[in-house]
Every structure is written in structure tokens, then in C-alpha cells.
């Protein structure tokens, strides 16, 4: 087995290079390795868009000028500023100044397009910076195309950063700030909440993660760590010009984040590193070779991306991390962490969920007609009927995913017809899907931390800060207990996506359980599951029923249901056509037409038993 | 603003419109075929006129070196495929691709284009750009079709990306405009109308019926919609996705390519020239949603017209104008749509 370094070392190795780096390179070097961090910088923002939140943006670049150009613009003395705002020339408050507009233009361009599904942001995005960079060649008194100089360089502690190697220790304090905030922000909550969008829309929305207040979250973050890198760029070069703000360079960004590796913050500084030293060669090189000048580095970029996401997609992080096997942190649970605050349960026997005529128009196909059911606390009322039958699309009414067309559904006296699966999650409605919704590459213990989101109130900047520890705590605490609750402390570690089907049903029920729900609403929990696991699941539903826990859930397994529940509803073609204990259901005459065409003389468990002859194992 | 200029503007914003309006249908087509934002829809463009460029110059077509360099990559990862599926076989394409390829370059290179009537020129225009459409799905797209959007998208910049950098390599900086396809113009009174402009927007209008009949009328076309409905389904029903992306992608190369040769005597094209024209198209199916054709096609129009006229009032903000309405378009969408989304 190879020798795993543990991730402190890498990182002090790397640190110490970077040290020591301005006392042995070369002047060149310098150059190079600045303009790496400015890179990074913006790749940094990059990396969380796309390859943790599956979003993209091409004008990266144009959040980069606006920084630069308004810094230029203040400390430049450009802007005829009056005597007593004098005081915001100083780079300084410049720095502010561009941060706090980039932040509000980047909100302003989100909200529009990140309602949007995929494709309008990038497009978006190429739209607006290209009007950016027009925009800065037509702005005279900055010198237009051609660009003005006389920007003054830093002053830090009175030491005039002039030289490459003075700017050199603060670009880079910069990005390994950038590094230690996105991967405490990644580590926390809201970062939990930022990865689960690429799980979807639905399943985060129905964790009560505000799906669209996160996207934005993530791409202002993007344009702030942008508008830092152009705003120390332009008091490096002390000149500004529209060229490095065009689209091409938000191109360029965007290889650098595919190529280190989106899904991971280093992934940024190998990514920036690679792009910009092959740059720099390929332009010194390609010329020569082909015997012309021009910009023909493009072909080789262009052709490396193409080849590349068709042999990884996670780009060349990966292979870098198995050359120099890195140990992987694992999460610390606190056992002794004080227990997050619990909901008051209902009273027994209270009606928890009241469904009232509701009815869902596709077209002219009525998928749910005149539906109404009740659930109360302390009880398991299974939703049962052929497929096709529209209880899905009924779960989906109750849940918030969808809207009836006629009809209310009350939750605990409030009415939440058409509310959002976000609101009435936080009402304490918990479900799990019928196709596992679940991020394959987190470990069982993030994803159910997923469930818990609502129950933390740190935000982001609190997590890149480090100030949600304790809150962090009880969470993590909160999801290990759950876990232990269904019996997954074996895989607590193990990423999601290496566990069985059913394993994976179970994980989706802890992680409701960690939304501290009063409602469970459960789609085919025992579908994939094996006997000895459908017997545990049984038991750990039994178990939350005595404790006063509401379950609604769908099944077909009908063994399952009739051990279980308390009464069941059949729906056949969107209706109802019975309701009542498991023993009427089993002698029911329409229902037993629905499920076998006609009546005979056969009731439905003895069908169920005959085929798991293996009961009572 | 005189009725002379307000016609002089219409009919620019109106070819160019049309332009837009063809290369939008393709975007949309190729959308919803296979999930792909062709960015390289402009190379195409540029590609067509400069090609033309290249021909009425005299200069020698080392274009075709492209097609010849595409058809044997395409054919090297067929025979890769075959080795690792251990298809024994070899499928009659392989032999017919070389051939081809071998034909095309071999009678470009050979003959002058310059001195032969311009139907001779246009149609070895089409004869060696059009294939670069199929074998760029091939080479770029058919080993990562079932990738994400996003994938396909990061992709599809990097193929612009490495084209524009080809075009630079092949064509040199220096911009190309061509000679017209007639002389003569139309005279209505005082209103003069170029006969180029005549020509794009009756063969744009004509590509515009085809491909509605294609699609409507014709077998091909409805698998072709099938497959863009509902991928799956038209698999079960034998309509390969192979065949319906290599079909989508001949024809935005067609149309591309067909879209440079009749724009390039009208404005000079250059090798990055492409990107613009095809941003617009892009602008243009986004009012149509990237799935209506009709609409993207009106919309397209309205852009051509937008930026004409926009010349004229505040021609150093013509781009920010065109681009930065974009984002009340968006808006407008954002609200209309209400949005139960799922990814794939």
C-alpha cells in the first residue's frame, strides 16, 4: 500500500513553497506565478459555480474588469469625486466600493437568470460580458479601447506594493484566504445545501433549501472573488484596458475550472496553474512551429477540453490526488453536543394532514380526481392502487411539488394548497422519494445532515468564517443519531452512492427523520429491500408511531402494508374507491376488481403470501 | 430620418434577420435533438465566406486539408470503437469517408476556383465544409452524448474555441468579401434594393419552407422530432440517437455554411467574425424559448432590425444594445415560466 501524507503536510509543504518562492524565482517566475493567483482567484468562484453547484458562467471575466475598472475609476481620480468623499480614492475603499457594486450588479443579473433552468445563465452570461467589455471601450475618459494607465499601486502598512514581488505576498494571501473560506463554506450547512442543487430542484426544495436564493448565493460569491482579482490586478499592472475582460478570458476561466478539476477548491489552483504556464509556452512556441503569428494556443486549449471531458469529467485533480495519496479528513461527530431543539409533536390522534376534493388536471387527463383522506398522529396510513393509479401525482399535491387544480390540503390547521415544498417542509412534512433522490458522492453522514438543514440558522458567511461550529456540531450530531436509528452506523463514511438500493431507501428515511418531521410521507420505502431489512424497517415505522409520528405512505408490497398500517385508501384512475382497516381492504369487491380485473374468489394477501412463501422466517 | 433611410436600414436589418432567423432554426433544431448549444454554429458562417474568399482570390483551398484531417480522425475512432466493442465488421462508411474526403480535397486543390462561375464555387464551398458538421458530432459529441447539459455546452465552447483558432491558421487574419451573386438591383422609385439581399432572404426563406416540410411531411423528419421529444422512446423505436445527431449537426453545418456564402458580399467576415453572427442567432431562439421555431425565427428578425436601426442612433453601442436586451427578454421569460424543474 502506498504511504498516505496526511492533509496538514501537503498543505504546510505547500505553504512553504509558496513562502519561498519570492526569495529563489526568477523575475519571470514572479510574473507567472501572480498572475496564477489572480487566476485562481476567479477560478475559485468558478469551481464552486460549476462543479459544485452545476451552473456556469462565461462572463467571469467582465465581473474581473468591473472590479479593475472601478477601482481605476476612484483611485485614478477619474471619478470627479467632491471634497468630502476625497476619502474613497484610497485603493482601499475603492476595493469596497467595487466589491459592494459587483456583489448588487451579480444579484441584479442572477435573479433574472437563475430562475431559469441551465441553459439561460451561461448564455446569459456571454450576453452581458460582452456588453461589459464594450461598455469599458467606450468609456472615453478612461481612455477607451486603448486603455489609461497612472492607477497607483497598494500601500500596505505604509510598504508600497510597486514590484511583482511585493504584490506577490498579498495576491496570494488572497487566494489561500479564497481556499480557507470556500472549503469551510463547503464544509457546513449552507455548503451541504449549495452541493445539493446538483441533486435537483425537488429533493432540496422539499430539505427546505431555498433552491433559488442558493443559486444566487453562489454566483455573487463567484463575482466577488472575481472583482478581488481584477481589483489587485489592476494596481499590479497600474494600467487598465478593456482586452483581459473579454469573453475569451471567461473562456479561458472556465477551461482552467474544467481542467484542475471543478469539484474540487485545489482543483482551481492546479487548474489556473496548468492553463496559465501552458499559455505562456504554447504562445512563445505555436508561432514558430507554424511559422505565423497569432493567438493558435485556442486550437490546443480547445482540443484539450474536448478530449478531456470525454476521458474525465472530473478533470486532472483526481489523477494528481491518487500520485500523492492525500488522507481525507473525516467528519467528527461530538457525541456530547447539545441536541438540537425538538418540535412540539402533535397530540395523539390529532388530524395531521387533511386532504379535501383535491383534484389535478393534466390536459384532459384527470390524474387526481375529488381525493380526500386524512392522517393522524400516531398513525400509518398506507396509499395503495394499481400503478398508474395517481398516487404518486396525489404525494406530489400533498408535498408541494405540484399544485391541484381544485382542492385544499391542510397540514396542521394551516392551509398549504400550492405553497411550495420548502414551506411546508418547514411546517414538518418529511419525505422520501420513489426514485432515490440522494448526492452519490457525499457520505451517508452529509446527506442525512441534508434533512437537517432547517434546523441550523449559521449562514454563509458565518460558515467561511468558522463561526458555526458549535451549531455544525449538534447537526452532525443530530444526522449520526438518526443514522443509528436506522441501523447505517456501519456506512456512516461510506459515500451514498456505494450502498444498496435498499440501504439507499433507508438513508432517505434518516434523513427525513432529520428534519425532526411530524409527517412522514414514504414512497415504496420497501421496494429493493431485502426481508430481514423490510422486518427492520417495519419495526423502526412501529417505533416512530408510538412515539406520536403521522406516516402516509405508498406501497405495493402488500405483505408489508397489511402488517403494518392502520387503515389504508385505494385509489384506482385518480379516485378513491375504498377506505378503512387492512381486513376490510383484503375483502373489498372493488378492490380487489381494480387489482385482478374481477372479482374472485382470491383476497389480495393470500396473492402477496403465495408469492413470499418465506413469511414468518 | 428620411423614407430613403428608414428602407436602407429596414432592408439591412431584414437580411440580416434573416440570417439570424436561419441560424437560430438550426440552434433551436440541434437543441432539442440532442441537448446541445451548438456555440460552433458561427464557425460555420465564417468558414463558408472565407472559404469563397479564398476561391475568388485564387488563393489554393488548404481548407480542404481540414476535411481530410476530420475524416481520418472520425475514421481512427471508428476503428478504435470496433476494437474495443470487437465488432469484426467494418461498416462501408469508413472506406466511403476516405474516399470522399480524398476525392473533395483532391479536386480543390487541383482546380482553380477562381476563373469558374460562381454555382461551381458555392457548390465545392458546400462539398467541403458541410461534412465538417456530422464529423464534428462524431469527433466531439457522439463519445459523450449522454453527458450533462452542462458538459455538452463546455464542450461546444472549447470546439468554437479550437475552430477560431483553425480559422486563424487557415484563413489568416484578413477578412473576406466576396463578389455578389448578381450585379443587377432592384429599383422601386427612389428605394434601391441590393439583388444580394433579395438573394438571402429568398434562399433563407426557401431553407425556412424546406425544413418545415422536412420535418412535417417527410419520415425522417417526424423520427427526428420523436427523438427530440422523447429520447428514449425513439430508441425503442429504432431511430438511433448516432443517426439523429449526425443528422442535426449536417444540417446546422448546411445551413451555416450556406449562411456565409450568402452574407459574405454584404459585410466582411473574418475568422472570429462567426461568433457574433451566431450569437445573435442565439438571442433569437431564446425569445423562442430554444424550443419554438416560428418564434425564434420572428425573434431573430426583430434583432437583425434592432441592430440596423440601432446603427444609425448610437452606433458605438450597437453590440450592448443587441446584447443587453437580452436580459428584459430573460426577465420576461423568468416571470412567464413557472417552474417545476428537473434536471436529467
Known amino acids: 500500500m502506498k504511504r498516505v501524507i496526511s492533509s496538514r503536510i501537503a498543505l504546510g509543504v505547500f505553504i512553504a513553497l509558496l513562502v519561498v518562492a519570492p526569495f529563489v524565482a526568477s523575475a519571470f517566475t514572479m510574473t507567472l506565478l501572480n498572475n496564477i493567483g489572480l487566476a485562481t482567484l476567479v477560478v475559485l468562484g468558478l469551481v464552486l459555480l460549476t462543479g459544485v453547484a452545476g451552473l456556469t458562467s462565461f462572463g467571469q471575466a467582465a465581473f474581473v474588469g468591473l472590479g479593475a475598472y472601478i477601482s481605476a475609476a476612484l483611485s485614478a481620480k477619474v471619478l470627479p469625486l467632491p471634497d468630502a468623499l476625497l476619502w474613497m480614492q484610497s485603493p482601499w475603499i475603492a476595493l469596497l466600493v467595487a466589491l459592494v457594486l459587483t456583489a448588487l450588479l451579480a444579484l441584479a443579473v442572477g435573479s433574472v437568470t437563475l430562475k431559469l433552468s441551465g441553459h439561460y445563465l451561461p448564455l446569459g452570461t456571454i450576453a452581458w460580458g460582452i456588453s461589459l467589455y464594450f461598455i469599458f471601450g467606450t468609456l472615453e475618459s478612461m481612455g477607451g479601447q486603448t486603455g489609461m494607465s497612472g492607477i497607483p499601486s497598494l500601500n500596505l502598512f505604509g510598504v508600497t506594493l510597486a514590484s511583482d514581488r511585493a504584490i506577490y505576498g498579498l495576491i496570494w494571501v488572497a487566494v489561500m484566504l479564497g481556499v480557507a473560506a470556500l472549503h469551510n463554506l463547503l464544509d457546513s450547512r449552507e455548503g451541504r445545501a449549495i452541493r445539493a442543487l446538483k441533486g435537483g430542484m425537488v429533493m432540496a426544495e422539499a430539505m427546505g433549501i431555498d433552491t433559488a436564493r442558493m443559486r444566487i448565493v453562489v454566483f455573487v460569491i463567484a463575482a466577488v472573488l472575481a472583482a478581488v482579482s481584477g481589483w489587485l490586478y489592476v494596481h499590479m499592472q497600474r494600467f487598465v484596458n478593456p482586452s483581459p475582460f473579454g469573453l475569451g478570458f471567461g473562456i479561458d476561466y472556465l477551461f482552467m475550472a474544467v481542467l484542475g478539476g471543478a469539484s474540487n477548491v485545489w482543483g482551481a489552483v492546479l487548474g489556473s496553474t496548468l492553463i496559465v504556464v501552458l499559455k505562456e509556452w504554447l504562445q512563445g512556441l505555436l508561432p514558430v512551429i507554424l511559422g505565423r503569428s497569432g493567438n493558435f494556443e485556442t486550437i490546443v486549449f480547445g482540443l484539450m477540453i474536448v478530449v478531456l471531458l470525454q476521458r474525465s469529467r472530473d478533470g486532472l485533480w483526481p489523477y494528481l490526488a491518487r500520485l500523492v495519496p492525500v488522507r481525507a479528513r473525516r467528519l467528527q461527530i461530538d457525541a456530547g453536543a447539545e441536541p438540537l431543539p425538538r418540535r412540539p409533536m402533535p397530540a395523539r390522534h390529532e388530524v395531521v394532514l387533511d386532504v379535501r376534493n383535491v383534484t389535478r388536471k393534466f390536459g384532459g387527463l384527470v390524474a387526481n380526481n375529488d381525493m380526500s383522506l386524512k392522517v393522524m398522529a400516531g398513525e400509518v396510513l398506507a396509499l395503495i392502487g394499481p400503478n398508474g393509479a395517481g398516487k404518486s401525482t396525489l404525494f406530489n399535491q400533498v408535498s408541494g411539488v405540484d399544485t391541484p387544480t381544485s382542492g385544499s390540503v391542510q397540514f396542521r390547521g394551516h392551509e398549504v394548497t400550492g405553497r411550495g415544498s420548502r414551506h411546508i417542509a418547514g411546517l414538518g412534512m418529511s419525505r422520501s422519494f420513489q426514485h432515490v433522490r440522494l448526492m452519490s458522492r457525499m457520505t451517508v453522514l452529509e446527506n442525512v445532515a441534508i434533512g437537517a438543514y432547517l434546523r441550523g440558522q449559521r449562514g454563509v458567511l458565518a460558515s467561511m468564517l468558522r463561526l458555526d461550529r458549535k451549531e455544525e456540531a449538534r447537526l452532525l450530531a443530530e444526522a449520526a443519531r438518526q443514522i443509528e436509528r436506522v441501523g447505517l452506523t456501519a456506512q456512516m463514511y461510506e459515500p451514498a452512492g456505494a450502498l444498496s438500493l435498499g440501504q439507499q431507501r433507508i438513508l432517505e428515511i434518516a434523513r427525513a427523520l432529520a428534519a425532526d418531521p411530524c409527517l412522514l410521507l414514504l414512497d415504496e420505502p420497501a421496494a429493493g429491500l431485502r426481508l430481514g431489512e423490510k422486518q427492520a424497517l417495519g419495526d423502526l415505522l412501529r417505533k416512530l408511531r408510538s412515539e406520536g409520528m403521522a406516516i402516509l405512505l405508498v406501497e405495493h408490497d402488500m405483505d408489508f402494508v397489511m402488517e403494518l398500517v392502520d387503515r389504508i385508501v385505494v385509489m384506482d384512475f385518480g379516485q378513491k374507491i375504498a377506505e378503512g382497516l387492512p381486513e376490510d381492504i383484503q375483502n373489498n369487491a372493488a378492490v380487489l376488481e381494480a387489482y385482478l380485473g374481477a372479482a374472485d374468489e382470491e383476497t389480495i394477501p393470500d396473492t402477496a403470501l403465495a408469492a413470499g412463501a418465506h413469511h414468518g422466517q | ?344
Open chain 2, 1 to 344: 430620418m428620411n423614407l430613403n433611410i428608414v428602407a436602407l436600414l429596414g432592408q439591412d436589418g431584414i437580411t440580416n434577420g434573416a440570417i439570424y432567423a436561419l441560424l437560430a432554426l438550426s440552434i433551436v433544431l440541434v437543441f432539442t435533438v440532442t441537448r446541445i448549444l451548438l456555440i460552433p454554429q458561427g464557425e460555420f458562417v465564417s468558414f463558408g465566406a472565407l472559404t469563397m474568399g479564398m476561391m475568388q482570390n485564387g488563393q489554393p483551398l488548404t481548407v480542404a486539408w481540414l476535411l481530410v484531417a476530420l475524416c481520418l480522425a472520425a475514421c481512427a475512432f471508428d476503428l478504435y470503437d470496433m476494437w474495443r466493442t470487437s465488432r469484426r465488421r467494418p461498416s462501408l462508411w469508413l472506406p466511403a469517408k476516405l474516399v470522399y474526403a480524398a476525392v473533395v480535397a483532391g479536386v480543390a486543390l487541383s482546380v482553380n476556383f477562381s476563373t469558374l462561375p460562381m454555382l461551381a464555387q458555392i457548390a465545392m464551398t458546400l462539398l467541403l465544409l458541410v461534412p465538417m458538421g456530422p464529423l464534428m458530432y462524431r469527433l466531439a459529441f457522439q463519445p459523450i452524448a449522454s453527458a450533462s447539459p452542462l458538459v455538452l455546452l463546455i464542450v461546444s465552447i472549447a470546439v468554437h474555441v479550437a475552430l477560431v483558432g483553425v480559422a486563424l491558421l487557415v484563413f489568416g487574419p484578413e477578412g473576406a468579401r466576396t463578389a455578389p451573386f448578381t450585379e443587377a438591383a432592384l429599383e422601386l422609385g427612389s428605394l434601391r434594393f441590393s439583388s444580394q439581399a433579395l438573394w438571402v432572404v429568398c434562399v433563407s426563406l426557401l431553407l425556412i419552407v424546406a425544413l418545415f416540410v422536412m420535418f412535417e411531411r417527410t419520415l425522417y423528419g417526424k423520427a427526428l422530432r420523436a427523438a427530440a421529444l422523447n429520447r428514449m422512446g425513439a430508441r425503442l423505436m429504432g431511430i438511433s440517437p448516432v443517426f439523429a445527431g449526425k443528422a442535426m449537426f449536417l444540417l446546422a453545418s448546411l445551413i451555416g455554411v450556406m449562411s456565409g456564402v450568402l452574407i459574405a458580399p454584404l459585410t466582411t467576415i473574418y475568422y472570429d467574425s462567426g461568433f457574433l453572427i451566431s450569437l445573435k442567432g442565439f438571442v433569437g431562439s431564446i425569445i423562442g424559448g430554444l424550443v419554438s421555431y416560428p418564434a425564434a425565427a420572428l425573434g431573430a428578425l426583430a434583432i437583425g432590425l434592432i441592430e440596423s436601426f440601432s446603427t444609425f442612433w448610437a452606433s458605438a453601442y450597437k453590440e450592448i444594445i443587441v446584447f443587453v436586451l437580452i436580459i428584459p427578454i430573460l426577465l420576461w421569460r423568468s416571470l412567464s415560466t413557472r417552474h417545476v424543474e428537473e434536471e436529467e
